[in-house]
């Protein structure tokens, strides 16, 4: 069974894609470290994408994305402002800084290409690098598929050897319920004991904590930030204006004093409702702008988790504190690595329900079990989210994701919301419907599921809605 550890459902990387963008990147850091011990004798390497990665790769930036991975950046610590510079250096110059460490020559436009018609059979985001020596001999190839989630696999590779033993191995939401039955625990303390099997408790804490300082800071950079973004489709940043509609009646200078603003206040139904829509637009509008996110579990699903967990700190009646954001994190993150392990989080393979569905069912389930729910609740909130998210397709108009999936977050979160208040009230007991069969059911719909409608920009939206949109 595949081990999976809520830091791998909740990275930080870069926008605007976890399976275009932080998936290639990390695969060309992968390709780069297998050359470290004959890295100086590349004369030349080669990017090619597939699929989906080819179809709709410029408008999620992958070409920059394997541009910075083969440069040595890493998406987690790499300033901003050299996520398009770098790449804007080496269409300049026709010169890369291989892994940081070896300058070859490199143009983009016969180095890098994308494969429109063509599919690897392993997954629908492949990708193939090759490095080449001076006499033009091929020194490796190497195919990389990006599997959603920011995860990457090499082909070839067997996950069952790279796992490790957990105490608690969880496939099913029932499997978890039993262990939780068994321990006389909640969620987020079988989780924790899990994840002590990679981590001590208090790297835990301060690794979540830390994830939670970046959704609240792409947050609070998302409520102050105004412009159009780029790409071509002309997308007016809409989160600033409604943040300034909404008026706080207090003073910040930064993102914590504006948190702690927001706790203070109390307002009314309709505003609170307005709010979660501007939390969540504001990280995925950073998202599109090659802003510093956490993939929750995607790029594309970014604000849901975030705009809940925002909801649970501000208007909740509960006094949250460090240690509810960690188990908050915690129960989101083995919720969605149930359905990576019994579906996809791939939009390419399932479409948006397993980007923005996932992410309100993990959402759900975190925030009945912060308000005091049951395990059963929580899951059983989990499977409502998700329940009113099947079938929901993947069409980014001119392979930008930001119509409809900015938008999409925050009605992901409005039904996360509204999927742990129906829990929180209801009896699991008499529930129809499992999570287990709604994690099956949503596979089954993704194998059925038009390829055109799994983000290739090739049907729904992409197609009926005219536009130009310039190569980015």
């Not at 290409?113 to 020596?133: M, V, W």
């Not at 989160?239 to 702690?260: I, M, T």
């Not at 956490?294 to 699903?301: R, Y």
């Not at 059983?380 to 329940?387: D, G, H, K, L």
Request: net charge negative; aromatic share 6%; hydrophobic share 40%.
């Amino acid at each position: 069974m595949e081990a999976i550890s809520v830091f791998d459902m909740l990275k930080i990387g870069v926008g605007p894609s976890s399976s275009h963008t932080l998936g290639p990147w990390r695969a060309a850091e992968r390709f780069c470290h297998s050359l470290s011990h004959h890295l100086h004798a590349v004369a030349r390497v080669e990017a090619h994408l597939y699929g989906s990665l080819a179809l709709t790769g410029k408008g999620h930036g992958t070409d920059i994305a394997v541009l910075l991975g083969l440069s040595g950046q890493d998406p987690e610590t790499i300033p901003i402002p050299d996520v398009l510079a770098i790449p804007e250096q080496v269409s300049a110059s026709h010169l890369l800084h291989l892994s940081g460490a070896h300058t070859i020559a490199f143009q983009p436009d016969r180095h890098l290409a994308f494969h429109y018609s063509e599919r690897l059979p392993g997954h629908a985001n492949g990708l193939i690098f090759k490095a080449f020596d001076e006499e033009g001999q091929l020194l490796t190839a190497q195919t990389y598929y990006s599997v959603g989630g920011g995860f990457v696999v090499r082909e070839g590779e067997s996950l069952d050897e790279l796992q490790q033993a957990l105490p608690c191995p969880i496939g099913t939401a029932r499997e978890l319920s039993a262990y939780c039955e068994a321990r006389a625990a909640g969620i987020w303390e079988v989780v924790m004991e899990n994840e002590q099997s990679w981590r001590t408790e208090a790297e835990i804490k301060s690794g979540l904590l830390r994830i939670w300082g970046v959704m609240k800071n792409s947050m609070y950079r998302g409520c102050h930030t105004e412009g159009t973004l780029p790409g071509g489709l002309g997308v007016s940043r809409r989160a600033a204006a409604l943040h300034q509609k909404l008026v706080l009646p207090c003073e910040y200078s930064n993102a914590d004093e504006w948190l702690r603003c927001l706790v203070r206040c109390d307002f009314q139904f309709s505003k609170i409702l307005k709010w979660i829509g501007c939390f969540a637009m504001a990280v995925n509008e950073e998202n599109a702008s090659f802003g510093r996110i956490v993939t929750a579990p995607t790029n594309g699903a970014a604000g849901v988790i975030p705009a809940v967990l925002m909801y649970y700190i501000c208007f909740s009646e509960k006094d949250v504190t460090d240690e509810d954001i960690v188990r908050f994190l915690l129960v989101a993150g083995e919720i969605g690595s149930i359905f990576k392990k019994g579906a996809t989080i791939s939009a390419a393979m399932g479409g948006c329900q397993a980007e923005i569905g996932v992410s309100s069912a993990m959402a759900a389930a975190a925030l009945t079990e912060g308000l005091g729910g049951s395990v059963e609740q929580a899951l059983m909130a989990a499977e409502i989210a998700m329940e009113h998210h099947l079938g929901l397709t993947c069409d980014p108009i001119g392979g930008l994701v930001q119509v409809p999936c900015i938008e999409r977050n925050s009605m992901g979160a409005i039904k996360a919301i509204t999927a742990a208040n129906i829990a929180l009230e209801g009896d699991p007991a008499k529930a129809r419907v499992h999570l287990d069969e709604v994690v099956k059911t949503m596979w089954e719909t993704a194998q059925d599921m038009n390829h055109k409608y799994k983000e290739t920009s090739q049907g729904g939206l992409a197609v009926n809605i005219s536009i130009k949109v310039p190569e980015c």
